[in-house]
């Protein structure tokens, strides 16, 4: 990519792309880094739908389960262990919201909130605690959701070797004395990972494919939504939206998927243009959610708008189809939960805010700090 693209796309990103996007005239538009968008909401909801758009396996796990009979079984094992893990991720809420400062700088300490209550879900409590404290150091240094800056993703990258190093030792051990049922995302992936097919290494990877797969839209979006319903409501009085359109809003105004792209496996026609194998091709969920000809003043923050019957669009935060993120609704629960656990009896406000995405693997806020200030208790209706 040349230079001037690198610089624009770290200035503003979804500006960059709002602009391709007016320029062209086109439905489908040539991107300069390669590969194309297509721009047209129509055209992209008719791609999203077609079967020979989503003929293969899917991207996201490379050469490490190519199957996607494997992929799909994988999908569901991760899904139906965080739907069960719910009820502990929310029991440790409380504690970790009281354990935040005052003034926490954000969104570093929204992938701390969510990988401390999320721990013995990743890992169960019976692992050793070295490989805990490596689990750690992964979401606190850049390994859960990757930095924009060089010098950190290098210190991350020791981290993650280390890491992979240990659970490959952890998966061996396992495999050894393999548990009835699934206590944690190792077992989960090991119960559809056959040893024959899949050495440990493999397993470690995927393990940690899929923790960086949930920590990183969970606590971005969880930040998205904490900025903008701060920089919306600005009055100490409590916010006038539930927590529920405050997360759709900002999955919808900030979606953290950048793009859902496919490397063709077969030609597709689209708009009149035949599309080779081995081309890129790619829909912009953030383009999609700021038509005007389908949402009504897309470029506002406006949660209220979930509580009406129409002017809405194409929603695609977690994508669509089949290669749809397989654990959309139980991160949406996360994410509902998180952010009711810091509204609740208390007030927030934010300092130092912009609301231009950084680019990491998707649309991740720039630094903020939040400040949450409990408020005092309600009062019985006529006592003191």
């Known amino acids: 990519m040349r230079l001037a693209y690198r610089i624009r796309l770290r200035q503003d990103p979804?500006?960059?792309?709002?602009?391709?996007?007016?320029?062209?005239?086109?439905?489908?538009?040539?991107?300069?880094?390669?590969?194309?968008?297509?721009?047209?909401?129509?055209?992209?909801?008719?791609?999203?739908?077609?079967?020979?758009?989503?003929?293969?396996?899917?991207?996201?796990?490379?050469?490490?389960?190519?199957?996607?009979?494997?992929?799909?079984?994988?999908?569901?094992?991760?899904?139906?262990?965080?739907?069960?893990?719910?009820?502990?991720?929310?029991?440790?809420?409380?504690?970790?919201?009281?354990?935040?400062?005052?003034?926490?700088?954000?969104?570093?300490?929204?992938?701390?909130?969510?990988?401390?209550?999320?721990?013995?879900?990743?890992?169960?409590?019976?692992?050793?605690?070295?490989?805990?404290?490596?689990?750690?150091?992964?979401?606190?240094?850049?390994?859960?959701?990757?930095?924009?800056?060089?010098?950190?993703?290098?210190?991350?990258?020791?981290?993650?070797?280390?890491?992979?190093?240990?659970?490959?030792?952890?998966?061996?051990?396992?495999?050894?004395?393999?548990?009835?049922?699934?206590?944690?995302?190792?077992?989960?992936?090991?119960?559809?990972?056959?040893?024959?097919?899949?050495?440990?290494?493999?397993?470690?990877?995927?393990?940690?494919?899929?923790?960086?797969?949930?920590?990183?839209?969970?606590?971005?979006?969880?930040?998205?939504?904490?900025?903008l319903a701060c920089l919306h409501h600005t009055r100490t009085v409590p916010w006038p939206w539930s927590v529920d359109h405050v997360v759709r809003e900002a999955l919808r105004h900030r979606p953290v998927p950048w793009m859902l792209g496919r490397t063709l496996p077969r030609a597709v026609e689209l708009g009149g243009t035949v599309f080779p194998p081995g081309e890129l091709l790619s829909v912009c969920p953030y383009l999609l959610h700021h038509d005007e000809r389908h949402w009504d003043d897309p470029d506002s923050f406006r949660p209220g708008r979930w509580a009406e019957s129409g002017g809405h669009g194409p929603y695609v935060p977690f994508g669509t189809g089949p290669f749809s993120c397989a654990g959309a609704a139980v991160a949406h629960t996360l994410l509902t939960e998180s952010l009711t656990a810091l509204t609740q009896h208390a007030r927030l406000a934010v300092t130092g805010a912009d609301t231009r995405a950084v680019m990491s693997e998707g649309n991740v806020p720039r630094p903020f700090t939040l400040h949450r200030t409990p408020a005092p208790p309600a009062h019985p209706t006529g006592r003191r």
């Open 14 to 227: 979804l500006a960059y792309i709002e602009e391709l996007s007016r320029a062209s005239t086109a439905g489908v538009m040539p991107l300069p880094w390669g590969g194309w968008c297509v721009r047209d909401t129509a055209l992209a909801q008719s791609l999203l739908r077609d079967p020979e758009y989503h003929t293969g396996g899917s991207v996201f796990f490379g050469g490490l389960l190519p199957e996607r009979g494997a992929q799909m079984e994988l999908g569901r094992a991760v899904r139906g262990l965080m739907r069960a893990g719910v009820p502990r991720y929310r029991a440790a809420l409380p504690e970790a919201v009281t354990a935040l400062p005052t003034a926490s700088r954000w969104p570093d300490a929204g992938t701390r909130l969510v990988h401390r209550c999320l721990q013995d879900v990743l890992l169960h409590p019976g692992t050793p605690a070295s490989i805990h404290e490596l689990m750690r150091q992964a979401a606190h240094e850049g390994v859960a959701v990757r930095s924009a800056y060089v010098w950190q993703r290098a210190r991350a990258e020791l981290v993650r070797a280390r890491l992979v190093a240990a659970v490959t030792e952890e998966a061996h051990r396992r495999r050894r004395q393999p548990a009835r049922e699934p206590r944690d995302m190792l077992d989960a992936v090991l119960a559809v990972c056959p040893r024959a097919r899949v050495p440990d290494r493999t397993v470690a990877a995927l393990h940690l494919m899929m923790f960086r797969a949930i920590m990183a839209p969970v606590s971005a979006s969880l930040a998205w939504s904490v900025l």
